[in-house]
């Protein structure tokens, strides 16, 4: 899977699960800061990215991802 389509599909889950508008979803995009997540979304986030992949990733180690990119390169070192 290249990389334009995981973010694809990443940024189609965030604005699922934050309910925010996908034109506001750039790949700079803090998750907290720029989209207003908070600490039940980001969880929310982890499972979904997990479902959609159908992956298994560190919890921990997902949690401490800050960005739509970081989340696109975390994602993809799990998927093949």
Do not use: H, W
Not at 6 to 29: E, G, H, N
């Amino acid at each position: 899977m290249d990389r334009k389509e995981i973010q694809d599909r990443v940024v189609k889950i965030v604005c699922q699960v934050l309910k925010v508008d996908p034109a506001t979803v750039k790949p700079d995009s803090n998750f907290i800061f720029d989209l207003g997540a908070e600490s039940t979304q980001s969880v929310a986030l982890v499972g979904a990215f997990e479902e959609e992949f159908k992956i298994e990733l560190d919890g921990e180690a997902a949690l401490s991802v800050q960005t739509v990119g970081d989340a696109v390169d975390f994602v993809g070192k799990y998927v093949k």
